[in-house]
């Protein structure tokens, strides 16, 4: 199951790339798994390892946020942008 969670934590840390463009819903269906996943390996893991998944799970979280802000930073400038557009159409057609 180890290996299972680390191919979604591999997944979900390419959905949360940069230049990545992921469905929400690709998201969510990773993320369900990964928690499923977690509650049925927790009782039978070490201390250690389970601080090591605390560890990639923050990691993850980071990405997300990270990933979260850049996402509504291109939409506001792509709204700006559209302001724009829909301005210089009304000026445009007068």
Do not use: W
Not at 21 to 32: G, R, S, V
Request: hydrophobic share 35%.
């Amino acid at each position: 199951m180890l290996v299972e969670i680390s191919a979604l934590d591999t997944r979900l840390r390419e959905l949360f790339a940069p230049d990545a463009d992921p469905d929400p819903d690709d998201i969510l269906q990773l993320m369900t798994q990964r928690q499923s996943l977690l509650q049925q390996l927790m009782p039978t893991l070490s201390v250690e390892h389970k601080q090591q998944l605390l560890q990639e799970t923050q990691r993850l979280l980071c990405l997300a946020q990270a990933a979260k802000q850049e996402c509504g930073d291109k939409l506001a400038v792509r709204k700006r942008g559209q302001r724009g557009v829909n301005a210089y159409r009304q000026v445009s057609t007068q």
